[in-house]
T-cell receptor, first 117, second 115 residues
Framework: KQEVTQIPAALSVPEGENLVLNCSFTDSAIYNLQWFRQDPGKGLTSLLLIQSSQREQTSGRLNASLDKSSGRSTLYIAASQPGDSATYLCAVKTYGNSGGSNYKLTFGKGTLLTVNP | DTEVTQTPKHLVMGMTNKKSLKCEQHMGHRAMYWYKQKAKKPPELMFVYSYEKLSINESVPSRFSPECPNSSLLNLHLHALQPEDSALYLC??????????????FGSGTRLTVV
């Protein structure tokens, strides 16, 4: 059974700081890994998607890396801003049991990020 | 259109009521999902529809009844819910093309309160 762990559970930083969020997963047979952002009481916003064959993806101040063999991904946020405050969720997509016709997205518990002005 | 639209945004219902949640996407995605999320917890998968057919039911109680009338629309019918069913209900869709997966797109959710 796939298990996803995110460290730290909560992080508070001053504005402008660079930071790293960590995600680890137990089964390396993943299809892809997706990082999401969630504001309180809101839906999930996709930040970055890394295919299993890729090592990293970048979007603006965000950079996500993937080391499938070691079961790890990191989300790097450069020059953090108060507007970055949210919960960040890591999710891995794995193959299902029916010949791969059904997939499952397994989430970590998230990292609650607070960026202080 | 790159969005998943959920209605209503908020819903308060009594335990004897019948209500429905609606989810719509026009991205041509052929897989649609219902997730339930309790406060400070990650989303939990409830149902998966693939090509308009129910492919996964994660042992969800029968008081939740999903329906996929067409490839763009997903409903969740609610009946005789319990207060512990109060949560944020999220809809998502995804599409794979050949060897490329474009990830999941989530809606903004329906905040359900059962009184």
């Amino acid at each position: 059974k796939q298990e996803v762990t995110q460290i730290p559970a909560a992080l508070s930083v001053p504005e402008g700081e660079n930071l790293v969020l960590n995600c680890s997963f137990t089964d390396s047979a993943i299809y892809n890994l997706q990082w999401f952002r969630q504001d309180p009481g809101k839906g999930l916003t996709s930040l970055l998607l890394i295919q299993s064959s890729q090592r990293e993806q970048t979007s603006g101040r965000l950079n996500a890396s993937l080391d499938k063999s070691s079961g790890r991904s990191t989300l790097y946020i450069a020059a953090s801003q108060p507007g970055d405050s949210a919960t960040y969720l890591c999710a891995v997509k794995t193959y299902g049991n029916s010949g791969g016709s059904n997939y499952k997205l397994t989430f970590g518990k998230g990292t609650l990020l607070t960026v202080n002005p | 259109d790159t969005e998943v639209t959920q209605t209503p945004k908020h819903l308060v219902m009594g335990m004897t009521n019948k209500k429905s949640l609606k989810c719509e996407q026009h991205m041509g995605h052929r897989a649609m999902y219902w997730y339930k999320q309790k406060a400070k917890k990650p989303p939990e998968l409830m149902f998966v529809y693939s090509y308009e057919k129910l492919s996964i039911n994660e042992s969800v109680p029968s008081r939740f009844s999903p329906e996929c009338p067409n490839s763009s629309l997903l409903n969740l019918h609610l009946h005789a819910l319990q207060p512990e069913d109060s949560a944020l209900y999220l809809c998502a869709s995804s599409q794979e093309s050949g060897n490329r997966d474009y990830g999941y797109t989530f809606g903004s959710g329906t905040r359900l309160t059962v009184v």
